[in-house]
C-alpha cells in the first residue's frame, strides 16, 4: 500500500518569511461557464513538499524542468534522526543503506501548522560521505537543509557538488525507520528554480 508523504496545499500553509503565500479559489464556476468549475492557485515553488532545483542557489544549475526523473523514483532508507540539531556523519557510519540512492530523514515528531524558526540541519560533510555511498537523493520534514537564516546555504551546495537532490518538507511523522519505495516527482515547470512534489511511499518488507 502506498502512503502519501506529501503537506496538502491550503489556504494557511506556513510559507517563508515574505515569499508568496499558497492560495487557491475556483475562478470560474460552473453556473458561469455552463460545464465546468476552473481553478487557479498563486504559490510560492518552495511551499510545503517541494524539490529544490540547483538554479535556486546556483545560477548555472539546472533547472528543474532539466532534471532527471529517475532521480525521484526507486527504494529509500528512511532515518529516524529525531532529537538531533544536526545530521552529520558520525550518525550515519553506522548505518548499512544496502546500497539504497535515496535517503529521507525523520527529524520531527509533528508538522507545526506555524513557519519554524529553529530546524534540525545537515552538516554539509555528510554531502561525501554520502555520495561514497552512492546516494543521488536526500529528503527532509522540514523547509530547508540549511539554517533557515542562512545566505551561504553550505549543504544545499555540498549536496550539489555531490550530485545530491533534494525534496524539503516530507510528511514522516507517522512513518518507521526503515526501507521503502519512494515517488516523488517534481512539477516539469520550465525555467523553475523547484517545484511542488507529490511524494509517497510502500514499505519493502525485506531488502
Known amino acids: 500500500m502506498w502512503i502519501d508523504i506529501t503537506q496538502t496545499l ?7 518569511p ?11 464556476t460552473k453556473e458561469q461557464t455552463g ?3 476552473i481553478g487557479k492557485m498563486t504559490t510560492s515553488m518552495h511551499i510545503g513538499t517541494h524539490a529544490d532545483a540547483p538554479f535556486h542557489f546556483d545560477n548555472n544549475g539546472e533547472k528543474v524542468d ?8 526507486g527504494k529509500c532508507f528512511v532515518m529516524d534522526c529525531r532529537g538531533t540539531a544536526e545530521i552529520t556523519c558520525e550518525m550515519l557510519r553506522s548505518v548499512d543503506f544496502k546500497g539504497v540512492q535515496r535517503i529521507l530523514f525523520k527529524t520531527l515528531d ?8 529553529t530546524i534540525p540541519v545537515i552538516h554539509p560533510n555528510v554531502a561525501p560521505f554520502l555520495q561514497d555511498k552512492g546516494v543521488v537523493l536526500v529528503g527532509v520534514d522540514n523547509p ?5 537564516d542562512s545566505k551561504k546555504v553550505s549543504a544545499h551546495h555540498a549536496l550539489y557538488e555531490a550530485g545530491i537532490h533534494i525534496v524539503e518538507g516530507l510528511v514522516l511523522e507517522t512513518i518507521e525507520q526503515g526501507f521503502y519505495d519512494l515517488i516523488a516527482l517534481p512539477l516539469k515547470v520550465a525555467g523553475a528554480d523547484g517545484a511542488p512534489v507529490r511524494a509517497v511511499i510502500r514499505k519493502i518488507p525485506s531488502l
Not at 491550503?10 to 517563508?16: C, D, F, L, Q, T
Not at 515574505?18 to 470560474?28: A, H
Not at 532539466?66 to 523514483?73: A, M, P
Open 35 to 37: 460545464s465546468v468549475n
Open 144 to 148: 530547508s537543509v540549511d539554517p533557515l
Open 10 to 16: 491550503k489556504a494557511g500553509i506556513p510559507n517563508w
Open 18 to 28: 515574505g515569499d508568496t503565500p499558497f492560495q487557491f479559489e475556483v475562478g470560474y
Open 110 to 117: 509533528t508538522i507545526s501548522p506555524q513557519f519554524p524558526t
Open 66 to 73: 532539466q532534471l532527471d526523473v529517475n532521480v525521484f523514483i
